[in-house]
């Protein structure tokens, strides 16, 4: 019998750089306040953000994902051509068919590269990047770019005073590559299906099309659901994530968390035990949440202000609508 040849696989994978691309309108507390009946004052307590940024009508979710992809590529010393694949984590690219990821990478020039959009929400960048160092490590893929990019202010309803005021546009882009040490632990992931509609589409597009009167589909959340698990069911994933890759609290250098709310980042350090000495991504703080993009402009933000460094070791967790979570220990690039 004839034996199969199989792709020949790599020892390990690393991020080799991450770059982003913020919305370029600055939107205040003040300037959302008024149609949820709220303040300046009571968003930064709830929520810890200041401002958030938001992308004009002239561009859309892969205008930001092309900046941000061209950006790392730049950044990692490489052209469209040296990617093999594109994994474009978004909720936002609003055609069902053909995927984002494969417009992408033809606008970047990465095309004949394998394409795909996957979506796991506030968990999609975390996702791909689990799934990048399983291509890398098998050997499918020499280079993957793993792109995180929303346009939520497309799915915005401005009186809603559930989840639309902490929304921001961007999109993080990294790069993975082999590496001759370990660079990226084992992904940890998983699903809680039932609680689905704790984040949700307030309904689909079949009913909207059955029902045009109920207008263009918005996000709302169930915030007290979302608090609790979020910062008291993710901390064990995020445990389990520096255990499956053999560090512990003390070799954690930097904590970058999905920015989704400040007081659920401050709950998950304290319940982690991260010493005072370690990083903590607050980029929630100018940018808002931007779901699949928030790890990777987080993470960009540290290293660009000076308060992370290249090789520093970093724990990151996504997590959002679904309910889905990722988490894994990485190096920095």
Not at 201 to 212: A, G, I
Not at 216 to 240: H, S
Request: proline residues 5%.
């Amino acid at each position: 019998m004839t034996s199969l040849k199989q792709a020949e696989p790599t020892q390990f994978s690393r991020i080799l750089a991450i770059a982003g691309e913020r919305g370029e309108l600055v939107v205040t507390n003040d300037d959302i306040a008024g149609p949820i009946d709220s303040s300046d004052e009571w968003i930064r307590q709830r929520t810890g953000i200041v401002t958030r940024r938001r992308a004009g009508a002239d561009k859309d979710v892969l205008d930001l994902a092309e900046a941000a992809a061209n950006k790392a590529l730049h950044a990692a010393g490489l052209v469209g051509a040296d990617i093999d694949a594109v994994i474009l984590a978004t909720i936002t690219h609003m055609h069902m068919t053909p995927s984002g990821a494969a417009i992408l990478a033809e606008r970047i020039g990465a095309t004949p590269a394998a394409a795909y959009d996957v979506s796991a929400a506030c968990a999609g960048y975390a996702y791909g990047i689990g799934q990048a160092d399983a291509l890398v490590r098998a050997g499918l893929a020499r280079h993957v770019l793993v792109i995180g990019a929303e346009k939520l202010s497309e799915i915005i309803d401005p009186t809603d005073r559930s989840i639309s005021f902490l929304l921001g546009d961007g999109a993080g882009a990294a790069i993975v590559g082999p590496s001759d040490t370990p660079g990226i632990g084992p992904t940890v992931w998983g699903s809680d299906g039932a609680k689905a509609t704790a984040i949700r589409q307030t309904h689909s597009w079949t009913e909207l099309r059955e029902d045009p009167s109920l207008g263009w589909p918005t996000l709302r959340q169930d915030g007290p659901t979302v608090f609790k698990w979020a910062g008291f069911q993710m901390a064990p994933i995020a445990e389990k994530a520096m255990a499956e890759a053999g560090v512990t609290a003390e070799d954690i250098q930097v904590f970058i968390p999905h920015q989704a709310n400040m007081r659920i980042i401050d709950q998950m350090k304290k319940q982690l035990g991260l010493p005072d000495t370690v990083v903590i991504a607050r980029d929630i703080a100018e940018t808002g949440n931007t779901s699949a993009a928030s790890i990777p402009l987080a993470a960009e933000r540290l290293l660009a202000e000076g308060q992370a460094r290249s090789g520093d070791l970093a724990l990151q967790i996504g997590f959002g609508a679904g309910l889905v979570y990722a988490a894994q220990v990485v190096v920095l690039p």
